[in-house]
Structures are given as C-alpha cells and as structure tokens.
C-alpha cells in the first residue's frame, strides 16, 4: 500500500507528496475518515487526487492512501430496485444527502445462487455460471451472473445451490496447467473499474427502434436501440417530464436513471415517484427493473463527474447478461459543469465556455458507450444513451450542445415557445431530427406499418411548410393565402394537435404503442388524401375545416386507447363518409355536405 502527504487543498482537488508508487486513475483514501478519492496525475514525487467527498476539514500533512487498484464499482445483483450516490454507494429511500464519509461502495446482499455449470465445464469470458435470485423481499429479477471478461477457463468447484453473500466465492475458475495454473475465483457480482468500457464480442448495426411510447419520436424522431439521443432544452421545457416518460414506457429491459446536478427537489420527484409506479409491461413495480443514481447539485461535485461513467458502466453490465437497456441522464450540462470545475481546480487552461480542452472527447466517450452488441457471452444486448442538455439561456450553439450534436444521431429539441403554450412533448419538429430514421422502414413495416418512411416524410414537410407559410401569413394574412396554402396550414395543425402532442400526465395517452401510432398516422395520411382529393374536386378549405371528423381526429389521443384499436377503423369510415359528398360530385358538393356532416 502506497502513502503520500497532503500538501494543498482546493475544493475537490488535492496535492500530495509521495513516499511509494501510484498509478492513474488509482482509488485512494484521504485521511482518518478514509474519504474516497481518484488519482488524476502523477508528477515527479507527488500526485493530484480528485476527492469524491466533502473536503471541509481537510488540512496539509494528513495521509493518502492507495488501494492498489483502480477506481471501482461492485456490479452485482444488488443494484437492480435500488438507488445510488455517484459511485454506486447506496442511498436510503429518498434521502438524497451524502452517504456517510468514507463509506465503501455498495452494501454486500444476500442472494439465492444457482449454478448454471458443473465441475469440468470450459468458460469462456463472459459467460453465465449461474443464476443470481430473489432473496425474499429484496426487489429484483432473477439475474445472470458472468464470469469477468478477462477471467475463463475449466471450471474446479462450484457451490451447491443456496444463499450467498454477492461477493462470495461460488465458484472457482482454473487456467493453464500444473505450475502456471491460475484460478479466478468468481462471485455474483464482480468489481470493474469505473471509467473502463466493458467489453464486447462485436458491435452490431442497430436496425430496430427503441419503442418510446412518445408519437413525435417513434414517428417522426426515432432512436435505435443501442443508439443516442440528445434532449436539449431550457428551463422549464419539459427535459425531466418526458426523460420519466420514457424511463416509464420505454420498451427497455432495464431503466438505469442518472440524476446528475439538478436540484435536489426536482430529484425528489423521481426519488419519491419511481417507487410507487407499476411497470406496464409487467403488473410490477417499476423499481425491480430500475437502478437510479443520484448526485444532485448539493453533493460532491467531483462525484457528480464520475456519476456518468458509473451510469453507464451499469448500464453494460445489465447489456451483458443479454438485456436492452435504456440510460438516461439528466443532465450532462451538470455533468460538464462538474468537468469545468474540477478541470479549473487543477489549473487546466479553460477552453471554449471555460470547459477544459477535453469537453468534446469526454462526451464522445460517452455516447460512443451506447451499443447494440453480441456480448462476450454471445447474446444481444444493448444500451440506448438518452442525455438531457440544459444549456444556458436555451442557446443551442454553446459548447456542450454542440459538441454532443456531433456524437447523437436523434436531435429532440425542447422549444421554449412550444412549452409556454402547454403544447407538450415540446419537441420542435423543425429542429430535431434523426439520422438512423430510414434504417427502421422495415421494423415498422413489420408491425403493420409499410408507409411509415413516406407518411413521416409527408408530415415533415407539412410541418416545414407550415412554418413558411405562417410567415407570409402574418404579413398577408391567413384568409388572402390560396386555397391549397390553406389545406397545408389546416393539416399541419391536425398532424400537431392529433399526432404530436401527447400529454405525459394523462391516462390513457402517456404511452402510445406501435399499433396505435400505426393506425393514428394512417388516419391522418388518409385525411390528408381525401382533402386534397376534395379540394381538386373544387371544395373550399373552410369545408373541410369544419368537418366534424376533424374534431375526432384531434382527440384521438385521448379517446382511443390501446385496447380499443378497432375504433380506428371506425373512424376511418366515417371519414370517408364525411368526404364523399365534397370529393364525389364537384360543384354539388356544398348542398350535399349539410346532410352528411351528421354521420
Ligand atoms: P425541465 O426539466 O426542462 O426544466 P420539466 O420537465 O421539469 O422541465 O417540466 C416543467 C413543467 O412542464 C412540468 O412540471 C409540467 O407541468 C410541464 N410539462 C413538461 N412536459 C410535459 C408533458 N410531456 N406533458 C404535460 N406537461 C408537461
Ligand atoms: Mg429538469
């Protein structure tokens, strides 16, 4: 064990004198309260530590001490239905203050361990050797436990079905022969350092979506499973609404939720909420399949730096047992800040917004992190990113949007305008967008779907040339425009009202599945067809305007639930019905309308 002296304080950082060897990105212990901390540099006879804790009280001349390994987190069975600090300590219930200083890493628990290999079997890394089980009350799934990925071989021993410490031996791995064997001894949950990416066999091309729930971003702005997204936005314009939203009907196998630098009372709410939600897949609580982590902005802010790599390194730990797994992170502005400060603290030549030089290539490791891969255990697992962005004063060209904007492939813009009139998601369809959209054609063609690349192109740009045309409106206006100019701003506002917006807080429309949103963009397409069909045939905008179907087709949402698919059909019909009389008989379709509006 290396030691070395303090020598100077500022805030999270340290200098110490050294009397033995230490590595980077070494865990250490800092004082009598052995507070947790990371080596960051090495100099000639000294070191930099960045520490996890409150350094209040630190004084020159107290002692560090190394551990002899990196910087670690324990990834086990423990985790599921839990919540954490920034580097995987348990926090209890809602109580997000700090945990005790100097506390070591997640609380070891007891679970039911069954073998999946026997004496003489050959593992390879990352293969699963047994089961890891629901201890009782703990909450959780029953879960695979891997061999490390640097570890495999014959398997010597093995323990007979019962409960275990997570950390104990179970099972005992030999490779080599005679003198040179080695043997791994393997455990439910294993350590792995922090800031590392675990492993994979290979990538593979992400080809299907990760269902949101949401209509604008399954429909028009999808993210692959095992892809990236941003979610930029200023204050106040629904970031953490629609992040629960999709932690809560996101079509993952597991939620890991990284609170990172907000409050600590909009916190709370996930805090409070999460535990009390019923998963809708299962009939469960949400929880069981939930890791959230914490680091508000009262807590450490070194710890808030590292939070995100601890995110994202559970999150691969779960895709390694062969799961989806969905990250979501709010806020990596909080995260960058934390990078700023920390980077000021050693005296790092601020860059571009004062973030150090290295802003960029810290949010490219990331987001490069999300993955749809084939495990080193051969199975498909994959990890979707999703990061909230608060940039300062909602401007999108400062530097942590920017650089993100270079790693993300869906774009989803919170627009101030669209939250200050209630039109939630408050995504602005003009400027988010999705680079992996024409990849997931054949997905959606698979649920029923074929024309979903031509009805998101066609709503596209109506909603482009909805934005043209209300420009001119507002010089000319809206009733001197022509007649097909009309018909785009009279479907555009449906495509909004009928499509986009969707209310996080209602009952029936908070998720909307794949068969519904199939249907929805269905009817709109063929409302959009027969308008047009009817304005050729010589009706007038104002006509159609006020069809009593187009009321239906506004409410849809809200009316039509997911069990009530059917109805879609029915509304079809009676949009068909309603148009006849202005599409079939040009010139005679204003007498007939009065009689069929009825239907
Ligand atoms: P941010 O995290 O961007 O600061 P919030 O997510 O806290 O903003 O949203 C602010 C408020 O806007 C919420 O308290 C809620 O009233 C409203 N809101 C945001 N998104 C939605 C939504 N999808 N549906 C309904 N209301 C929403
Ligand atoms: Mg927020």
């Given at each position: 064990?290396?030691?070395?002296t303090?020598t100077?304080?500022?805030?999270?950082?340290l200098?110490?004198t050294?009397?033995?060897?230490?590595?980077l990105?070494?865990s250490?212990?800092?004082g009598p309260q052995?507070?947790l901390?990371?080596?960051v540099?090495?100099?000639?006879?000294?070191?930099?530590?960045?520490?996890?804790?409150?350094?209040?009280?630190?004084r020159?001349?107290?002692?560090?001490?190394?551990?002899?390994?990196?910087?670690?987190?324990?990834?086990?069975?423990?985790?599921?239905g839990h919540?954490?600090?920034g580097?995987l300590r348990?926090?209890?219930?809602?109580?997000?203050?700090?945990?005790?200083?100097?506390?070591?890493?997640?609380?070891?628990?007891?679970?039911?361990?069954?073998?999946?290999?026997q004496?003489?079997?050959v593992?390879a890394?990352?293969?699963i050797?047994?089961?890891?089980g629901?201890?009782?009350n703990?909450?959780?799934?029953?879960?695979?436990?891997?061999?490390?990925?640097?570890?495999g071989g014959?398997?010597e021993?093995v323990?007979?079905?019962g409960?275990?410490?997570?950390?104990?031996?179970?099972?005992?791995?030999?490779?080599?022969?005679?003198?040179?064997?080695?043997?791994h001894a393997?455990?439910?949950?294993?350590?792995?350092?922090?800031r590392?990416?675990?492993?994979?066999?290979?990538?593979l091309?992400?080809?299907?979506?990760?269902?949101?729930g949401?209509?604008?971003?399954d429909?028009?702005?999808?993210?692959?499973?095992?892809?990236?997204?941003?979610?930029?936005?200023g204050?106040?314009?629904g970031?953490?609404v629609l992040?629960?939203?999709?932690?809560?009907?996101?079509?993952?196998?597991?939620?890991?939720?990284?609170?990172?630098?907000?409050?600590?009372n909009?916190?709370a709410?996930?805090?409070?909420?999460?535990?009390?939600?019923?998963?809708?897949r299962?009939?469960r609580?949400l929880?069981?399949?939930?890791?959230?982590i914490?680091?508000?902005s009262?807590?450490p802010?070194?710890?808030?730096e590292?939070?995100?790599?601890?995110?994202?390194?559970?999150?691969?730990?779960f895709r390694d047992?062969?799961?989806?797994?969905?990250?979501?992170?709010?806020s990596?502005s909080?995260?960058?800040?934390?990078?700023?400060?920390?980077?000021?603290?050693f005296?790092?030549?601020p860059?571009?917004?004062?973030?150090?030089?290295?802003?960029?290539?810290?949010l490219a490791?990331?987001?490069?992190?999300?993955a749809?891969?084939?495990?080193?255990?051969?199975?498909t697992?994959?990890?979707?990113?999703m990061?909230?962005?608060?940039?300062?004063?909602?401007?999108?060209?400062?530097p942590?949007?920017s650089?993100?904007?270079r790693?993300?492939?869906a774009?989803?813009?919170?627009?101030?305008?669209?939250?200050q009139?209630?039109?939630?998601p408050a995504?602005h369809?003009l400027?988010?967008?999705?680079?992996?959209?024409?990849?997931?054609?054949p997905w959606?063609a698979?649920?029923?779907?074929?024309?979903?690349?031509?009805l998101?192109?066609?709503?596209?740009?109506?909603l482009?040339?909805?934005?043209?045309?209300e420009r001119?409106?507002?010089?000319?206006?809206?009733d001197?425009l022509?007649a097909?100019?009309?018909?785009t701003l009279l479907?555009?506002?449906?495509?909004?009202?009928?499509?986009?917006r969707?209310?996080?807080f209602?009952?029936?429309?908070?998720?909307?599945s794949?068969?519904?949103?199939?249907?929805?963009m269905?009817?709109?397409?063929?409302f959009?067809?027969?308008a047009?069909a009817?304005?050729s045939?010589?009706?007038?905008?104002?006509?159609?305007?006020a069809l009593?179907?187009?009321?239906?087709?506004?409410?849809?949402g809200e009316d039509?639930?997911?069990?009530?698919?059917?109805?879609?059909?029915?509304?079809?019909?009676?949009?068909?019905?309603?148009?006849?009389?202005?599409?079939?008989?040009?010139?005679?379709a204003?007498?007939?309308?009065?009689d069929?509006?009825?239907?």
């Open positions: 064990m290396s030691l070395a303090v100077w304080i500022a805030g999270p950082v200098h110490a050294r009397q033995g060897p230490f590595s990105r070494e250490v212990r800092v052995a507070l901390g990371e080596v540099r090495i100099q000639d006879t000294s070191i930099v530590v960045q520490v996890y804790e409150d350094t209040t009280g630190l020159p001349g107290i002692e560090v001490r190394g551990d002899g390994q990196p910087l670690s987190i324990r990834l086990g069975p423990g985790l599921l919540i954490f600090d580097l348990p926090l209890s219930g809602a109580d997000t203050k700090f945990v005790q200083p100097g506390m070591r890493p997640a609380a070891v628990a007891r679970r039911h361990f069954e073998a999946a290999v004496a003489g079997d593992l890394p990352g293969a050797f047994g089961t890891a629901d201890a009782g703990a909450a959780g799934r029953t879960q695979h436990c891997l061999v490390p990925p640097a570890c014959i398997v021993s323990v007979p079905p409960e275990q410490a997570d950390d104990a031996t179970v099972c005992v791995l030999r490779s080599g022969d005679g003198a040179d064997a080695v043997r393997l455990a439910m949950s294993q350590l792995w350092a922090v590392s990416p675990r492993p994979v066999a290979r990538r091309p992400p080809l299907a979506p990760l269902v949101t949401q209509r604008i971003l429909g028009l702005f999808p993210v692959a499973r095992g892809g990236k997204a941003a979610i930029p936005g204050f106040g314009t970031k953490t992040l629960e939203a999709l932690a809560k009907g996101c079509n993952a196998d597991v939620i890991v939720y990284l609170g990172c630098g907000e409050r600590g909009e916190m709410g996930v805090l409070e909420e999460f535990p009390t939600l019923t998963d809708p299962s009939g609580p929880m069981e399949r939930t890791v959230i914490a680091n508000t009262n807590m802010v070194a710890a808030r590292a939070s995100i790599y601890c995110a994202i390194t559970v999150a691969e730990y047992q062969g799961l989806h797994v969905a990250l979501m992170a709010d990596t909080r995260w960058a800040e934390a990078l700023r400060e920390v980077s000021g603290r005296g790092e030549l860059g571009e917004g004062g973030y150090p030089a290295y802003l960029s290539s810290r490791d990331f987001y490069e992190r999300a749809l891969v084939q495990t080193l255990g051969g199975a697992g994959s990890v979707t990113v990061g909230a962005i608060s940039p300062p004063s909602g401007d999108f060209s400062e942590v949007t650089h993100t904007k790693y993300v492939k774009f989803w813009a919170l627009d101030v305008k669209r939250a009139a209630r039109f939630y995504i369809p400027q988010s967008y999705a680079e992996d959209a024409r990849d997931f054609a959606w698979e649920q029923g779907n074929g024309q979903w690349l031509t998101r192109r066609r709503f596209l740009t109506l482009d040339e909805q934005a043209q045309l001119m409106a507002r010089i000319i206006g809206k001197a022509p097909r100019q009309q018909l479907c555009a506002e449906l495509v909004n009202e009928a499509f986009l969707q209310s996080a209602s009952e029936i429309d908070r998720v909307c794949p068969a519904r949103q199939a249907a929805m269905k009817l709109l397409g063929r959009i067809d027969l047009e009817a304005l045939a010589g009706a007038a905008p104002e006509r159609f305007a009593p179907c187009l009321r239906a087709l506004q409410r849809m039509i639930g997911d069990d009530q698919l059917p109805r879609f059909a029915e509304l079809e019909a009676r949009l068909e019905r309603e148009f006849a009389p202005l599409t079939a008989a040009p010139g005679s204003s007498q007939e309308a009065g069929e509006t009825h239907g």
